[in-house]
């Protein structure tokens, strides 16, 4: 009852972050978003001026962050240098190579530790770039199938997962057989609020007798694979996804893969392939999982001798696929240990075994796509009908067993240059702006909090993909913006008792501000 009580308040108070971050609050850091932006993004006529002008400010804050006085003497250095200088993002923004400082609220109750290094591409420029959905084609989804199933025979699910007369007579007669020994909750799925049983089994009996009338003797397998075009319908006649296929490859090793391909929604492409048999054929729980480790995880941290596998061999056999399909531009930005884990029947979670997840982003002119959890793509209420745009995502969990699930979701095609060379806000008034607003977003969750302590220990400058839904759900614009990555500590109480919850995702961040005009983008939404 306890781990079930301590994973709502985890849900609730997960909840109640996300829904604080979902609204800027009224304040002068309010601007423009999405495509409306685009009259401030201003080429940098004089960005070394910006930084002459602005560092005295910086000089004021060197009791906070380190690196500062490092930074302006590599910059006056430069000057005395007979061959072409060469001036970098970090140099224009006057920014150091770590910053340290601490905000708390008025009541010291939320903190905000920040001892983070601070990673800037080594460009001299960042631009500002469309972005479209790329054409789904016949060769991208082939490339796909070949990467993983060149030798694999691949059967429809429809084909695959029909069931037999034996094999449901088979399931008839089990079922009887739980009624005639009294056991009438075989699953153990326990009661209603009335007190009845939430399993029918004569219910689910009946429905078996009538799935034997029309199953066949044997199974025929049925070959196929992806093709462009091919749709879903509801029942009611509704188009429910695009270019789809659910199969099953099977390989020569024994292993077996669910794979999918759809065009739904939010996403103009997702594919998904999880392995449902290991090699030499041992079958992996249908309801298998993979989360990423964290501190709060009930299970010990994976270990390379653990997971069976090296990290650098692990990289190595994805990165075979990300050659093989032609996503060249697409680069390997991160990882983490992670956790299979299966609930069963009883919602209890059993340990499967430890692995990597494999991080991928694609790098334009020197500066990549910052990786975060977010998947985007998400609608401001609930009654929201507006369209939406998931961003472009590649990851892979492998383990001993080799590759054992990938999700590559809506690869972008790379437009037009808006502007050439940004001019972007100096580092100090970006760390201004992320400190009030860390306390802003933060106020309303400690209404049910004893505390919240942020440790930033990562701000990275990098790119990510804004739009405006309302408008157009089909174009979006690259902009560099910051990202605070770290780790979070919440203490509460519910019905008397204290609970403690970490988070320290390498790839949750906590704000996301706009480089250009230090607006607050919520990474779930996209603008």
Request: glycine share 8%; hydrophobic share 30%; net charge negative.
């Amino acid at each position: 009852m306890r781990k079930n009580i301590e994973r709502i308040i985890g849900l609730t108070l997960c909840m109640g972050m996300l829904a604080g971050c979902a609204q800027t609050p009224e304040s002068s850091l309010v601007r423009q978003k999405g495509s409306k932006a685009l009259d401030s993004y201003k080429e940098a006529d004089n960005n070394v001026d910006m930084v002459e002008s602005d560092s005295s400010a910086d000089q004021t804050n060197t009791s906070q962050s380190t690196g500062t006085a490092d930074s302006i003497t590599a910059i006056d250095d430069s000057t005395d240098n007979t061959s072409a200088a060469r001036t970098t993002i970090r140099d224009l923004l006057n920014a150091p190579e770590t910053y340290k400082s601490q905000v708390t609220d008025d009541t010291a109750k939320l903190v905000v530790n920040t001892d983070a290094s601070v990673e800037i591409p080594d460009v001299e420029k960042i631009s500002a770039i469309s972005v479209t959905p790329a054409e789904i084609t016949q060769d991208l989804l082939d490339r796909i199938t070949d990467a993983f199933f060149s030798d694999a025979k691949i059967y429809t699910a429809d084909s695959y997962y029909v069931q037999t007369k034996d094999e449901i007579k088979q399931k008839i007669d089990e079922l009887k057989e739980d009624v005639a020994n009294g056991n009438l909750d075989p699953n153990n799925y326990g009661t209603n609020d009335n007190g009845n049983l939430v399993y029918d089994i004569y219910g689910d009996i009946e429905y078996w007798e009538g799935q034997y009338e029309s199953a066949p003797e044997t199974k025929n397998l049925v070959e196929g694979r992806p093709t462009v075009g091919v749709q879903i319908y509801s029942d009611n006649g509704e188009v429910m996804g695009d270019n789809e296929f659910t199969g099953v490859a099977q390989l020569d090793d024994g292993s077996e893969y669910y794979y999918r391909t759809s065009s739904w929604g939010a996403y103009p492409l997702e594919v998904r392939l999880n392995k449902i048999a290991k090699k030499g054929g041992l079958e992996v729980p249908s309801d298998a999982t993979w989360i990423d480790y964290s501190s709060n995880c009930s299970y010990e941290k994976p270990t390379e001798e653990s997971i069976g596998i090296s990290l650098d061999d692990a990289k190595k056999l994805v990165q075979e696929k990300v050659d093989a399909i032609g996503l060249g531009d697409m680069i390997q930005c991160g990882w983490n240990y992670a956790i299979q884990t299966s609930i069963g029947t009883d919602d209890t979670p059993s340990y499967l075994g430890g692995g990597y997840v494999i991080y991928y982003s694609r790098t334009i002119n020197g500066v990549p796509l910052t990786y975060t959890m977010d998947a985007g793509g998400a609608l401001e209420d609930m009654d929201s009908t507006m369209e939406t745009w998931a961003y472009e995502n590649l990851y892979f969990y492998v383990n001993a067993d080799g590759i054992d699930s990938v999700s590559y979701s809506n690869p972008y095609t790379i437009g037009e240059t808006k502007t050439e060379n940004l001019s972007l806000l100096p580092f100090s008034e970006i760390m201004n702006i992320y400190e009030k607003m860390m306390i802003v977003t933060n106020a309303d969750n400690l209404s049910y909090e004893n505390s919240r302590v942020y440790n930033i220990d990562r701000i990275v400058l990098g790119y990510a993909r804004i739009y405006e839904p309302s408008t157009d759900a089909h174009t979006g614009l690259l902009v560099p913006v910051w990202d605070f990555f770290g780790s979070r500590k919440i203490d509460s109480e519910y019905d008397g008792e204290t609970y403690s919850d970490t988070t320290d995702y390498p790839t949750w961040s906590f704000l996301t501000i706009n480089a250009v005009d230090g607006s607050i983008i919520d990474r779930s939404l996209g603008y």
